[in-house]
């Protein structure tokens, strides 16, 4: 730990913070990709054990608002810092709110996974979520060194993101149109893959964040928006 | 960013205590109406700063100012400048509560009485109430005017000497440290009095609380090594300055 402060306690104090927010971000990390590979292997094994991890996500986010709430109090944080504490508040929430989408991932693959459908393979899926795991892995690493350049390539990223959620949507669109037998799995797998896009949008809030520590001001630009899933009209 | 002339204008204020240089030009428009902070640590020259504003360092031996300071346009340190009554119009509250050893009611009409601003017994009455209302301390004095005002809690001291700042009409008070010496439920009141009287005062205050400049000021200038390194609204100041070592300071970062 590089002491900064005067006070060493408070250094102490906001690496306490990022040491939560850390392991907050591995967690929902974890889920995510633990519910990923649910549904790519087709096992439904440890889809109980994910939905049961989640309350650690909670417990966790619960444990660093309060902690932070006490550094805030305590040290009357100013600039840089001010900032660097209301970011891990708000970086917390973020991966808890990842850690939900992960639940609620594995649940929905749970009935896709019973029905045995064969959709496609999945392969736009599996592209959509392994981009969205890149983006987490980079925007925690980001977080931990401060890198806002690093974050900014998160940021850039969600345009991919959004294109193949939108193309993956007319893809499952088409397949409830050729094959409505399996239209309820196909649904699930509609909410599946606009879960992973959120997901794709919180590790861009997050990038987001970090580059607000760093420089006092969000990033300029307005971020390229790519995702037309919500005007797609198939012709069934 | 607001248009209206300066009230108070600084040009490359420079002064020495002897040989020894304390401050090194300084620049600043400081707005009417408003309450400026200055901050810095200590020796960093902005109490210096603040008493070359009513020329108090006049009285300090050895001490020199150069560059040019004007109020509403006028030259402070011109000769033709009457420093009493310019330190009517500029009117200063000091660190420690300094009551005249005197009742409360003179300590509030000794200023109006030597300048001569009444012209009788009832109007210096309601010139010694009206100063003690906008102090804030009327409610708590009203019925013992005659008493000494060194039988005030600090808090009301520090009230009472503001009274008898205003009780001159001033145009700009400066406050070096006004709360240093007080509790936090009188900080607080001499806080929300500051907020009451910027409405006609231009404010000048010195404090070594961050939280305090934070909450009371609508400009910031952090003052480094006779320096005044940084300069702007308290909003970004104190939540993303430009300047590095303003930043040091106000996280209390080692420099």
């Keep these: ?236 | 960013m607001t248009t209206t002339p300066a009230k108070i204008t600084t040009r490359d204020v420079t002064v020495y205590y002897g040989d020894a240089q304390a401050l090194h030009g300084i620049d600043m428009d400081i707005q009417a109406n408003q309450v400026t902070a200055l901050i810095g640590p200590s020796g960093c020259g902005k109490s210096t700063f603040l008493r070359c504003i009513n020329r108090m360092n006049d009285v300090i031996e050895d001490c020199r100012v150069g560059g040019s300071i004007s109020i509403d346009g006028q030259d402070i340190y011109d000769g033709s400048i009457d420093v009493v009554e310019l330190r009517a119009r500029v009117g200063m509250v000091f660190q420690k509560p300094n009551p005249f050893p005197k009742s409360i009611y003179e300590n509030v009409a000794y200023g109006p009485r030597i300048h001569g601003l009444a012209e009788n017994k009832s109007e210096l009455d309601h010139m010694v109430e009206t100063s003690l209302r906008r102090a804030g301390l009327w409610q708590e004095v009203s019925d013992r005017l005659h008493t000494s005002g060194s039988g005030l809690s600090g808090g009301q001291q520090q009230r009472l000497c503001i009274a008898r700042t205003i009780a001159v009409n001033p145009n700009v008070v400066l406050m070096d440290e006004p709360c240093s010496a007080l509790d936090p439920i009188a900080t607080a009141v001499i806080e929300e009095l500051i907020e009451e009287l910027r409405a006609d005062y231009t404010i000048v205050i010195v404090t070594h609380s961050m939280q305090q400049a934070a909450r009371v000021s609508q400009r910031t200038a952090y003052f480094h090594l006779g320096n005044l390194v940084e300069q702007g609204d308290t909003d970004s100041i104190f939540t993303n300055p430009a300047n590095k070592q303003t930043e040091a300071y106000i996280s209390g970062k080692i420099g």
């Excluded at chain 1, 005067?6 to 929902?28: P, Q, T, Y």
């Design chain 1, 1 to 236: 730990m590089i002491r900064q402060h005067i006070v060493s306690a408070f250094d102490k104090d906001l690496s306490e913070l990022n040491h939560l927010v850390s392991r907050l971000g591995g967690l929902a990390e974890r889920q995510f990709d633990a519910a990923v590979q649910a549904l790519e292997t087709r096992n439904t094994e440890n889809i109980d054990a994910i939905i049961a991890a989640d309350k650690e996500l909670d417990a966790l986010e619960f444990e660093l608002n309060e902690r932070a709430i006490e550094v805030i109090a305590r040290r009357s944080p100013m600039a840089k810092d001010l900032r660097h504490i209301i970011v891990a508040l708000r970086v917390a929430a973020s991966l808890e709110r990842i850690g939900d989408y992960a639940k609620n991932i594995a649940k929905r693959s749970r009935v896709i996974i019973e029905q045995e459908v064969k959709i496609g393979d999945n392969l736009s899926i599996s592209r959509m979520a392994e981009l969205v795991q890149q983006m987490i892995n980079k925007v925690l690493d980001a977080y931990t060194t401060g890198d806002a350049e690093l974050a900014m390539e998160v940021w850039e990223s969600d345009m991919d993101v959004d294109q193949l959620h939108t193309s993956l949507f007319r893809e499952i669109l088409l397949k409830i149109s050729e094959d409505p037998a399996h239209v309820s799995s196909s649904s699930q797998l509609l909410f599946v893959a606009k879960n992973i896009e959120r997901i794709g949008d919180f590790a861009t809030g997050i990038a987001e964040q970090i580059y607000f520590v760093k420089h006092g001001v969000m990033p300029d630009d307005e971020r390229p928006k790519a995702d037309q899933s919500s005007s797609v009209n198939v012709e069934l």
